[in-house]
């Protein structure tokens, strides 16, 4: 595909449309909700409006689920070289990485990551969104990304830039005010070591829609009414007061407040004038939606009342249509992390001369739940003569990787070999 200005003013124009659209669910996600704009104010009433953030709530929960515990790698050839190449070029960043690229897939359905070396000659990578960043992908079935656009500003500097990403090199760019071409100006560009475009796509689901589209009318349901019946409680206190078949004076009436005491006479009646709430209808309701809200996220609400015994299989079963859920997000995660080891690899073959497979390492992911650690141990004890000890070894949650425990303990075992069994000194005569 020829890159040319004409190509890159089309993508900005797309950058521009999807982050209008795109905005509502950051806007959303930080607790930024319609019924902050739209909410009928009254006047003389109360006008409080309550917002119920399940948006940061699921989306945090669902990012923690996932990748609350490290990801690691496995080498199906056992080859510990692969294995300490990524730990030593990835570990010091790659974790909270993958939680804030999953979390912004999920609140915008989908994000970016962008690999590059950084200012120390370090390969590294960063997260870019739909508010600021467009990919172009050619169409195909392996939909390989063609271009990528990334617009951003600099800190006291009114002028707009934009990055834009080829198989080759990087173009820079000074944007005007205006969307036509004249508004391109090409202030520099630089070649990149990776072959391809370094922009890869991670999305929520094949629609690329935000994990909670489907579910923001229920949210705004939610908050209406809930701030419908805080106004209508707070309301109440304008209770007033009715006296019938009888006139009295304001000034007895600031009397009758001071003592405590109203006299009217025969055949009069005081009563106080208030408004009746049925509060078992507006509870059954605000409880059917937020049953709905849970149910269309496939979320189990830990607030309600759980047994303390409760195992973790039970919590596993309770949780099986989010496991359901998060097992598609795992499947474009792995994607990604498998493109990030493409390019890293072709980092370190040109640093280093090392070639590394991407295919030869499998990325096990393990779900941040409470663990039964005795009934854990059983299982390995006796599967151990069935499956390696670096694979028994995943499932163990507090073990980071698997290849460099197995070093550890090897290392460990032969220092306490050699305490325990000192080599004999020999008996030499000297002459």
């Known amino acids: 595909m020829d890159i040319n200005q004409n190509l890159i003013l ?100 989908e994000a970016y990551e962008l690999n590059y070396v950084n200012t120390d000659g370090e390969f590294s990578a960063t997260i870019l969104t739909p508010l600021n960043s467009y990919v172009l992908e050619d169409g195909s079935a392996e939909r390989n990304v063609v271009l990528a656009l990334h617009t951003f500003t600099k800190k006291f500097d009114d002028k707009k830039y934009l990055d834009v990403y080829t198989a080759n090199e990087i173009l820079h760019y000074e944007l005007g005010s205006n969307s036509n071409k004249s508004s391109l100006n090409l202030i520099g560009s630089h070649e990149h070591i990776f072959g391809r475009v370094p922009v890869t796509v991670c999305s929520a689901n094949h629609e690329k829609i935000s994990g909670f589209q489907d579910v923001i009318s229920l949210f705004d349901a939610y908050n209406a009414l809930n701030s419908d019946l805080v106004n209508e409680i707070a309301d109440h206190r304008n209770a007033y007061l009715v006296i019938e078949n009888a006139k009295i004076e304001e000034e007895d009436l600031l009397k009758m407040k001071s003592m405590g005491i109203i006299q009217v006479p025969s055949g009069g009646k005081v009563s106080w004038l208030t408004k009746e709430i049925n509060d078992s209808f507006v509870k059954n309701e605000l409880d059917n939606i937020e049953r709905k809200i849970y149910d269309m996220m496939d979320e189990v609400n830990f607030n309600e009342s759980w047994a303390s015994n409760t195992s973790s299989l039970a919590l596993r079963n309770k949780l099986l249509n989010l496991e359901n859920r998060v097992a598609m997000r795992e499947a474009f995660m792995e994607k990604v992390i498998k493109q990030r080891l493409k390019n890293l690899f072709v980092y370190l073959l040109k640093k280093e001369g090392q070639f590394y497979d991407y295919r030869d390492v499998a990325v096990k992911f393990t779900r941040n739940l409470p663990t039964d650690m005795v009934g854990l141990a059983d299982v390995i004890v006796k599967i151990k003569d069935i499956c390696s000890q670096e694979t028994l070894l995943t499932l163990l949650p507090f073990v980071e990787n698997p290849k460099i425990e197995i070093d550890k303990y090897n290392e460990e075992h032969s220092k306490m070999d050699t305490i325990n069994n000192p080599t004999p000194v020999s008996n030499q005569v000297i002459l």
Request: hydrophobic share 30%.
């Open 10 to 109: 089309e993508c900005l124009n797309e950058l521009n449309k999807n982050a209008l659209a795109k905005q509502k669910y950051k806007d959303y996600y930080e607790g930024n909700h319609s019924i902050l704009k739209s909410y009928q104010m009254q006047d003389s009433r109360s006008n409080m409006r309550l917002v119920f953030n399940f948006p940061r709530k699921f989306v945090d929960n669902e990012t923690g689920y996932i990748l609350g515990k490290p990801v690691n790698y496995i080498s199906k050839s056992d080859d510990s070289a692969i294995i300490a190449a990524i730990d030593k070029n990835t570990s010091h960043w790659d974790k909270e990485h993958n939680i804030n690229l999953r979390k912004q897939s999920e609140i915008y359905g």
